[in-house]
């Protein structure tokens, strides 16, 4: 296998749109690393740079330590999995999977060993006489898949390969390309908008938005320790509610403070951000609960609860007070009326403080 490095790549089209700018991360040798972000961000963009299908504009692609910005695709030594499939009708499965094999006039033995090795470990064996238009969508997928294991190449390349899967082949699968990761030890890179697929699939995640990294990090600290709002806002379902403020000083102690809010701030958060200082403050919805869930002597601030989405484990309380909206995350018991008004707390050991101009988070 190879590591992956890309160094300040930019890429301007003919018609002056940015696909990406200045995109930093290496991939280890072995490592699995999910490029997220919402659409049109460049994530795309960014696995065809790496797989030669696109030109950088600027800076440099590394495989294997070796520059390969003008090497044609055939010359990289990687395969790529693509959303659609992309297989041959009138070919079988074992002549879908053995096509590039015969391209690169491996010998016959071995192309037959390699199939016959790719689908035992995709569980596929007794498909190899079938027709893509008999396979279902979770076939097709570890078929596509299985022709990119024969070719043995130094880095795999996944596309939204699961997103034409319903939603629970897609849990499904996602569970086997990770066993499969485990097993292969191949170095991959892997491209989706779907943070649960980010999250559970990732050894690291490259974030991106409108073509620049947000943040480069593990799958925990994205979500425990997000850089700017964007993260924070990205990463989570549902996503870190964000109340408009300023921070205010009052005998020694620092408050967040707007008009329906007046919240002392910890310690842990003096010397990162000043009085009078205009910011965001961040609150995932596990860490506000109304009166039923207090735990001790938590701020809190009123608001009426206008929904509830009650899902099994767990209860989502929609609330807005003052023309704002947030969502509480709750276990299923005790759950305030719909149109009641609610004592809502807040642990303040867990909320994080954005810069309103810049977005970056001051609480790291």
């Given amino acids: 296998m190879a590591e992956v490095e890309l160094r300040q790549v930019t890429k301007i089209f003919e018609n002056g749109a940015v696909g990406v700018k200045d995109v930093s991360f290496k991939v280890e040798d072995g490592e699995f690393v999910v490029i997220l972000g919402p659409s049109g961000c460049g994530k795309t963009t960014t696995l065809r740079l790496i797989a030669g299908l696109e030109q950088p504009t600027s800076g440099e692609i590394l495989i294997d330590g070796q520059v390969v910005n003008h090497l044609p695709p055939k010359d990289r030594d990687i395969a790529m999995v693509f959303q ?6 009138h070919m079988n499965v074992f002549d879908n999977m053995a096509f590039g094999l015969k391209m690169r006039k491996v010998p016959k033995d071995e192309i037959k060993r390699r199939v016959l090795e790719a689908a035992k470990i995709l569980g596929i064996e007794n498909l190899l006489d079938r027709k893509p238009r008999q396979l279902s969508g979770g076939q097709r997928q570890r078929v596509a898949l299985g022709r990119a294991i024969v070719r043995h190449p130094k880095v ?3 596309d939204e390969p699961l997103s034409n899967l319903d939603a629970k082949m897609r849990v499904h699968m996602r569970a086997e390309l990770a066993k499969l990761h485990k097993r292969l030890k191949a170095t991959s890179i892997y491209v989706t908008h779907d943070q649960v697929e980010a999250m559970t699939l990732g050894d690291k995640i490259v974030l991106l938005n409108n073509g620049t990294v947000q943040q480069i990090a593990d799958p925990i600290t994205l979500y425990f320790k997000p850089a700017n709002k964007f993260v924070a806002g990205f990463i989570g379902s549902p996503p870190m509610n964000f109340f408009e403020g300023r921070v205010e000083e009052e005998n020694g102690t620092l408050y967040f ?62 609330y807005s007070v003052n023309g704002a909206s947030f969502i509480s995350r709750v276990p299923p018991r005790d759950i ?29």
Avoid: C
């Fill in 336 to 364: 305030p009326p719909e149109g009641s008004t609610q004592e809502v707390f807040v642990d303040t050991h867990h909320i994080h403080l954005f810069d309103r101009e810049t977005e970056v988070n001051l609480t790291l």
């Fill in 156 to 158: 795999f390349l996944f």
């Fill in 257 to 318: 403070r707007n008009a329906y809010m007046n919240l002392p701030l910890p310690d842990s958060v003096k010397g990162k951000v000043q009085p009078g200082q205009q910011v965001y403050l961040g609150v995932r919805p596990e860490h506000l609960y109304h009166g039923a869930f207090k735990q001790g002597h938590e701020p809190s601030f009123k608001a009426r609860v206008d929904l509830r989405e009650t899902l099994g484990n767990e209860v989502l309380v929609y």
């Fill in 84 to 89: 659609n499939y992309a297989l041959y009708p």
